[in-house]
Nanobody, 115 residues
Framework: QVQLVESGGGLVQPGGSLRLSCAASGSIFNIYYMGWYRQAPGKQRDLVAGISRGGTTNYADSVKDRFTISRDNAKNTVYLQMNSLKPEDTAVYYC?????????WGQGTQVTVSS
């Protein structure tokens, strides 16, 4: 059984920073892709950033130059450093891991950007 445990969400003022973490545990091997998605109320879940096992990254245009995704393959953990946060970044953030033919999701962590 595979579990994804997310942490790091919370309330932050505009211009502030947060760092999200997502650790995978259980019978999971050879993680190919790790990513972060977000879903605001009434909207669809969209990709924020992704990173391959080799370190190739991709970002949504709205977060480029503000967010940085990284991973620790030895710990099966993916991180999302979020800087210069804006109110429109408010959403539930979900981590996603693809391992072989399996696709896993975290439970989500709330990020609220408000003064």
């Amino acid at each position: 059984q595979v579990q994804l445990v997310e942490s790091g969400g919370g309330l932050v003022q505009p211009g502030g920073s947060l760092r999200l973490s997502c650790a995978a545990s259980g019978s999971i091997f050879n993680i190919y892709y790790m990513g972060w998605y977000r879903q605001a109320p009434g909207k669809q879940r969209d990709l924020v950033a992704g990173i391959s096992r080799g370190g190739t990254t991709n970002y949504a245009d709205s977060v480029k130059d503000r967010f940085t995704i990284s991973r620790d393959n030895a710990k099966n953990t993916v991180y999302l450093q979020m800087n210069s946060l804006k109110p429109e970044d408010t959403a539930v953030y979900y981590c996603n891991i693809i391992s072989g033919f399996d696709n896993y999701w975290g439970q989500g962590t709330q990020v609220t950007v408000s003064s």
